[in-house]
């Protein structure tokens, strides 16, 4: 367990699992090199009574035989290659009953929807085995694990025949924050200062696998040329293999992501339809479901809209950055990022991407607000000056709390303190004024600004109630 970094939250609920008396069965799923194999076998230091992993693309037989493989390995017997899941499965019951091992044994199935092929029967055998032996037994941690998503959810969590409400736990595995991100930097001696982790954590988001590839002889340009511009990028086919990994008929999720990636503050349905050109149905609903629950977008409400007024906004840093920068650009240049660091158009981006950042990061703005333990609502807020004559004034992230106080949280990127001018102290001011006018408010609403370095504090300080700063965010 030494080596695992960040991760605090999902070992403390680890250990819930462990120090339990009932049999567990856990299912840990999330997106495609985020780490869930890697916190299972650090965390319990490979010390399985039997692990096995599905193998990808492969056949019924080639599975049972990596299972046969698996079967010897553990239990250091012979055994010939089982005919099908049921067979495996009730050799797996003889040998976990006949162990002599005392305490907790832990069963960890890798990669289960690559072994569940078509017209193996996998999951019929799979839950025969949990329902009549595994769930009777108390000293049983099973865990499953799987890249595949909407399988994961559709036929496990979900399931509605043998293995329904069979889950125990479940761990959703996210991105790193800022904070983890951090502490995996130091963990790489990269050595690098907070602003810079900043700067890659808007392109790369916190999967750990991104961030393994940094060269800490290299710059930032540097580096993310090598990523993604330079002939043999790591990942420069890492966007369409996401969700390839993930999702079951992945071109659907990728156009909604495309979609989506057309307008910063997001869709509604019916627009996801017409910019998409996808079908109405309910299977779009469960698609958004499913890039939802996986962290690549949110769902809200504007301020003060209903119900039926869902916005859909892709929040994923890496596709944003992807679809920015690569998607159909068809550039040559091997040093993209390095001849174009100080444009318009990356600065423009970063604006933004440094917004998607605050919106991953809620939790340390609420702690930096003092109000960790207030309850609240989060939302956009889009002036009505959008269909009318007047000025259009919209906010990215609207927080509405249970003890009367609604912030207006402006986030503002900048490679120093933040200067409000006369310009922009008014339209701070107007903004403010048009939120409480048009929304009919009756709370106090304070602007927060949301910024790198802080803001000047100058003569137009005034109508800033709070201030938050990359380094709040950098908090646990």
């Not at 299972?40 to 046969?68: C, D, H, P, V, W």
């Not at 369409?240 to 307008?263: A, D, M, R, W």
């Not at 503050?265 to 996986?294: P, V």
């Amino acid at each position: 367990m030494n080596k695992i970094v960040g991760r605090k939250k999902e070992v403390e609920y680890l250990q819930q699992i462990v120090q339990s008396e009932d049999p567990e069965f856990v299912a840990v799923y999330g997106r495609r090199r985020v780490g869930k194999t890697f916190l299972i076998r650090e965390f319990f230091s490979n010390n399985f009574a039997f692990y096995f992993s599905g193998s990808e693309n492969s056949t019924m037989k080639t599975q049972l035989e990596n299972f046969r493989n698996a079967y010897q390995a553990y239990f250091k017997t012979i055994i010939p290659t089982p005919e099908n899941w049921t067979t495996a499965f009730a050799m797996l019951r003889n040998a976990i009953s006949n162990m002599k091992k005392s305490g907790r044994k832990i069963i960890f199935i890798d990669e289960l929807p690559w072994i569940a092929t078509k017209g193996s029967n996998f999951i019929q055998a799979f839950e025969y085995w949990w329902n009549t032996y595994a769930s009777a037994n108390s000293n049983i941690v099973l865990i499953i694990c799987g890249s595949s998503t909407s399988w994961m959810l559709n036929k496990i969590i979900k399931n509605r025949g043998g293995l329904h409400n069979r889950v125990t736990r479940q761990i959703l595995l996210q991105p790193f924050s800022l904070k983890e991100c951090e502490e995996f930097v130091k963990n790489q001696k990269l050595q690098l200062d907070i602003k810079t982790i900043l700067d890659y954590y808007m392109i790369l988001g916190g999967v750990p696998f991104y961030w393994k590839h940094l060269n800490k002889s290299k710059s930032l340009p540097q580096n993310i040329d090598n990523l993604f511009f330079s002939n043999n990028a790591v990942l420069k086919n890492e966007f369409t293999e996401i969700y390839n990994s993930l999702f079951k008929h992945s071109e659907k999720y990728i156009l909604l992501i495309i979609s989506l990636g057309e307008k910063r503050m997001g869709l509604s349905r019916e627009e996801i339809l017409e910019i998409s050109g996808l079908t109405d149905g309910g299977s779009i609903t469960r698609m958004l479901e499913e890039l939802e629950q996986c962290g690549f977008i949110r769902s809200y409400y504007g301020f003060g809209k209903k119900q039926r007024d869902k916005i859909y906004q892709l929040i994923d840093l890496f596709s944003l950055f992807y679809l920015n920068f690569i998607h159909k650009k068809n550039s040559t240049d091997e040093q993209f990022w390095t001849n174009n660091y100080d444009t318009a158009p990356l600065s423009n981006w970063r604006g933004y991407a440094f917004e998607q950042v605050g919106l991953w990061h809620i939790p340390q703005i609420k702690r930096k607000l003092g109000i960790s333990g207030v309850s609240t609502n989060y939302s956009s807020w889009r002036s009505l000056g959008e269909n009318t004559e007047k000025k259009k004034y919209q906010i990215d992230l609207v927080i509405d709390r249970k003890d009367r106080v609604i912030n207006l949280c402006e986030m503002k990127y900048s490679d120093k303190e933040y200067n409000i001018d006369k310009d922009y102290n008014d339209i701070l001011r107007i903004r403010r004024a048009t939120f409480i006018e048009e929304c009919k408010i009756r709370k106090t609403v304070h602007t927060t600004m949301i910024t790198t370095f802080g803001v000047n504090h100058n003569t137009y300080l005034g109508n800033v109630h709070s201030e938050v700063t990359m380094e709040d965010l950098f908090a646990f």
